[in-house]
């Protein structure tokens, strides 16, 4: 059985600094691309950024880009999110997901963590 | 940059009805577009990629078409269950979402 497990989320000041992880499990973590997508309270979906297999292709939405950064550990099973200049607008639920393309990206993401909060406050 | 507009915001719908939801991208995506439904407290759920393709043990009753800007995510009989969001995606782009309720 596929598992995402988010962690890593809390409340944190404007400015500071966050660090999610994703534990994996029930598939070849390695074989998959993996994406960070957030949901703020009561809004719609929004895709964060995502990391192919081996690292070798990174994106990131352009309202994160120069802030976050997405880092995975095929050893450990793990995906990361390191959030750094948060702003108040960054509030929301990150959900891990699972790209369901072996060994590319198709950005069709077929298992998903039930999300971790991040709110961002003074 | 692509957007992708979702439409009707809110479908009001009694169980056994059909409910047609739709999709418009604002340049060709040819049939990279798949389709989620959201219930309140869940993660998203994938339905449909590739515009038409079901996701694994998605019902039959849900089924997807179009390609080029303008897609239908369509429920033939609404299940109790059925009633929830529903959002397109377009790889980095997800639609505003459509919220369908009971009647």
């Known amino acids: 059985e596929v598992q995402l497990v988010e962690s890593g989320g809390g409340l944190v000041q404007p400015g500071r600094s966050l660090r999610l992880s994703c534990a994996a499990s029930g598939f070849t973590f390695d074989d998959y691309a993996m994406h960070w997508v957030r949901q703020a309270p009561g809004k719609g979906l929004e895709w964060v950024s995502g990391i192919s297999w081996n690292s070798g292709s990174i994106g990131y939405a352009d309202s994160v880009k120069g802030r976050f950064t997405i880092s995975r550990d095929n050893a450990k099973n793990s995906l990361y999110l390191q959030m750094n200049s948060l702003r108040a607008e960054d509030t929301a639920l990150y959900y891990c997901?699972?790209?369901?393309?072996?060994?590319?990206?198709?950005?069709?993401?077929?298992?998903w963590g039930q999300g971790t909060l991040v709110t961002v406050s003074s | 940059e692509i957007v992708l507009t979702q439409s009707p915001a809110t479908l009001s719908l009694s169980p056994g009805e059909r409910a047609t939801l739709s999709c418009r991208a604002s340049q060709s995506v040819s049939s990279y577009l798949a389709w989620y439904q959201q219930k309140p407290g869940q993660a998203p759920r994938l339905l449909i990629y590739d515009a038409s393709n079901r996701a694994t043990g998605i019902p039959a009753r849900f089924s997807g078409s179009g390609s080029g800007t303008d897609f239908t995510l369509t429920i033939s009989s609404l299940e109790p269950e059925d009633f929830a969001v529903y959002y397109c995606?377009?790889?980095?782009?997800f639609g505003q979402g459509t919220k369908l309720e009971i009647k």
């Open positions: 995606q377009q790889r980095s782009k």
């Open positions: 997901a699972k790209d369901d393309d072996y060994s590319s990206s198709s950005y069709y993401f077929d298992y």
